[in-house]
DNA sequence: CATCAGGCGAGAC
DNA sequence: GTCTCGCCTGAT
């Protein structure tokens, strides 16, 4: 068990903004647990107001989740960044003041965000679970308890069209299939993806059948940790009429205009819901 | 019963 | 280059 005190950091902000699909709440009577499985592994985390329980080892802890959760960043700063006189852009990075940009896996990425169009959160996180239960590694903890990694491309690019139909895929099937192929027989290579800087990345990534430019730059965002990528879709394309209509200011934030981007696209899904 | 969710590709112009 | 349209499926 590893234990830290970090202010800006809410699991259960991080887990609603919907850049994890594969983040759970694992009790829902004892709040501010839960678990996830990234990069290969089974995580269980626990937290109370700014203290966090990690349940691995410290040398686990170093070695993959103080990066994974972007721990080293100091949030507090992107948030004094904001113009004082912009009062949108301060309620919703004060409402959503605990979402962090986590740095998860390439692949997984891309298939989540294709996954993601037209679609859901409930219907993306059953769609990936499914997708990792028939076609994923079967693991077992110590106490038998079963988990599933994510699908290697070389597993997705097996399965065929049909059969993703039968997971509730819709017409996203093909392009799931045809992205497997590309990736599984080297026609783009995930590895050189990642040295890329953000532009490069995104023409690559474009190549993709079913990546267009909103889901590109999801990818970036929470694959490559390129923070500048700013993922224009239905709720900030919203935002961005009503709030900016004489733009945005990119300019001014750079490389954080990704992370402002989730605390304006949390902040309206959530108003969203009140209204509901 | 319609409409719509964290878009994209193909085809028309 | 820009515009329109169809698309799986489940929730409301």
Redesign the pocket.
Known sequence: MVSITKDNFSIGQICE???CFRLHRLEEISDGKYALTALGQYLEVEQRQNQLFFDCTPEEFERVWREYFDLEEDYGKIMDMIDPEDTYLLKAAAYGSGIRILRQDLWEMIIS?IV????????IRKCIETLCQRYGEEKRLEDGRKYYLFPTPEALAKVSIEEL?AC?????SK?IHKTSMSAAFGEVDLDAIKRMDYKEAMTELCK?????????N?ICLFALHKTEAF?V???IQKVLKEQYADGFPFERYASYAGTLQQYIFYYD?KKGDRV?
């Open positions: 903004s919907g850049q965000f993601s169009q037209q679609n859901n959160m409930k219907r139909y509730n895929l819709g017409y996203r392009y993709l059948t079913g990546v267009g430019e909103k889901v590109a999801c993922p879709d239905t709720h899904l509901c």
